[in-house]
């Protein structure tokens, strides 16, 4: 599958912003689907998580209750939509599939990756 993640830009501390993560091929509906984010000088970290179902979500700690995960099965996307943004979620975004396995939030259980979409939250 191939992932093509968009949707950031530069926005004020407070602001929202909404990524999409559009998937190439028929099986999107087989893949969990995540969102990782990387600051310059620090490591990729896991920011959100949805079951192939869409029924099941997972939240890191620093974005729970300002972010929100979902996907649309039928258009081969999901999305991350970003509330309340800090200058401290200023990274680029990427976002990943997993085939098999249960919902995850370490990196290297992803077998396909995004391009990545910057973001970039102005104090």
């Known amino acids: 599958v191939q992932l093509q993640a968009s949707g950031g830009g530069l926005v004020q501390a407070g602001g929202s912003l909404r990524l999409s993560c559009a998937a190439s091929?028929?099986?999107?509906?087989?893949?969990?689907m995540a969102w990782f984010r990387q600051a310059p000088g620090k490591e990729r970290e896991f920011i959100a998580a949805?079951?192939?179902?869409?029924?099941?979500?997972y939240y890191a700690d620093s974005v729970k209750g300002r972010f929100t995960i979902s996907r649309d099965n039928a258009k081969n996307t999901v999305y991350l939509q970003m509330n309340s943004l800090k200058p401290e979620d200023t990274a680029v975004y990427y976002c990943a599939a997993r085939r098999n396995g249960i919902l995850s939030t370490i990196r290297s259980m992803y077998d396909y990756w995004g391009q990545g979409t910057q973001v970039t939250v102005s104090s």
């Open positions: 949805i079951r192939r179902s869409g029924v099941s979500t």
């Open positions: 091929g028929r099986t999107f509906s087989s893949y969990d």
